[in-house]
T-cell receptor, first 116, second 111 residues
């Protein structure tokens, strides 16, 4: 199974600033996925990042707020821009791995963000 | 993804089997049943998945009813470390990265 790491593991930021979260996978993957988990809530998909093309955003999420980079097949970044307290969440990176019995999804440990 | 229904919370005694149900009455023929869990504030962890046959691995067993409208995740000997939110997801075997997570079941294993 894919091993995913994220940096930073947690951060406390001031409103109006931006934070870039890094995601590293131990194998080459075509797509990487970014999720958000607000306090007490379930996971919500933010966007899908393909290497060599622009990310695809889900409804309610825009590139200006959550710019994503995907420079190669093992790495991606998510930036949370112009942060407000409502952006306080856990941000999770995820990949999918194919198999004979369907694909499986793996997640990184998450980045816990608190915006003051 | 087909809609799933899970109980909000369940308790289990340490050392006993934990049986977590999931209803998915609108499941399509090509959709799998996946189970993940999320231990407090960590990233979700894949547990097991199946199409129509029962499945077992080192973590759990998955029992899918013959009509595939419901399933049960079984943790045979629950430990305190199994306390987590368990998510049942029904979807096709592709586009795994775009899973729709519901609210899941909060399992509390008690000593």
């Amino acid at each position: 199974s894919a091993v995913i790491s994220q940096k930073p593991s947690r951060d406390i930021c001031q409103r109006g600033t931006s934070l870039t979260i890094q995601c590293q996978v131990d194998s080459q993957v075509t797509m990487m996925f970014w999720y958000r988990q607000q306090p007490g809530q379930s996971l919500t998909l933010i966007a899908t990042a393909n290497q060599g093309s622009e990310a695809t955003y889900e409804s309610g999420f825009v590139i200006d707020k959550f710019p994503i980079s995907r420079p190669n097949l093992t790495f991606s970044t998510l930036t949370v821009s112009n942060m407000s307290p409502e952006d306080s969440s856990i941000y999770l990176c995820s990949v999918e791995e194919g198999g004979r019995r369907g694909e499986t999804q793996y997640f990184g440990p998450g980045t816990r963000l608190l915006v003051l | 993804d087909a809609k799933t229904t899970q109980p909000t919370s369940m308790d289990c005694a340490e050392g006993r089997a934990a049986n977590l149900p999931c209803n998915h009455s609108t499941i399509s023929g090509n959709e799998y049943v996946y189970w993940y869990r999320q231990i407090h504030s960590q990233g979700p962890q894949y547990i097991i998945h199946g199409l129509k046959n029962n499945e077992t691995n080192e973590m759990a067993s998955l029992i899918i009813t013959e009509d595939r409208k419901s399933s049960t995740l079984i943790l045979p000997h629950a430990t305190l470390r199994d306390t987590a939110v368990y998510y049942c997801i029904v979807r096709v075997g592709t586009n795994a990265g775009k899973s729709t997570f519901g609210d899941g079941t909060t399992l509390t294993v008690k000593p």
